[in-house]
Every structure is written in C-alpha cells, then in structure tokens.
C-alpha cells in the first residue's frame, strides 16, 4: 500500500513538472491573415492578435483580452468533462491530476 502511494506521488510530482515545462514553450500561429494566436505549450492561449483591418480599433483591446479568457475557460470545461468520463469510465481518479 505505501509502495502505491509513493509511486502515485512521484506521478504527480512528474505531471507537474512536466506542466510546467509545457508552460514555458510558447507556440505562435499565424496562417491565418489578419489574426495571430500565442498558446504555450500546456493548450493554454496567451494573446489573440487582430488587425485593425478586421474590427474598430478602439474595441480591439478588450476584444482581444476577452477571446483568450473565454478560449481558456471553454479549454477547462472541456479539460474537467473528460476528466468526469475518464472516472464514469473507471479511469484513474488521483487528486490533484484532474
């Protein structure tokens, strides 16, 4: 039982060091003309970028800042259903990984 316990603490300890490497890399995608997207490495976006061509610049900003708030809280949501599916599945259930 502890020889359980110990390796399901050296899992999260590598989960969450490997989430925070994830964090460090930053990925930039811009292919798409007129906007350009900034996601680290863990699926979390850091910015979203719109020409002043596609909307009102004086509503640019705020637009901006609010995609990425609604694109990371629409990635949690997702993130914790698959989470409830994994354990209706009879998945792993340890704290702190979900």
Do not use: C, H
Request: glycine share 6%; aromatic share 6%.
């Amino acid at each position: 039982m502890f020889d359980q316990m110990k390796k399901l603490m050296e899992l999260k300890q590598q989960a969450d060091k490997l989430k925070k490497e994830l964090e460090k890399i930053v990925i930039e995608y811009n292919e798409v003309r007129g906007i350009k997207i900034k996601l680290n490495g863990a699926q979390m976006f850091q910015s979203v970028e719109v020409e002043d061509s596609w909307m009102d610049p004086k509503q640019r900003a705020r637009f901006q800042t609010e995609m990425v708030k609604a694109i990371n809280m629409a990635i949690k949501k997702s993130q914790k259903e698959a989470a409830m599916q994994m354990q209706k599945a009879g998945g792993f259930n340890i704290p702190g990984l979900t």
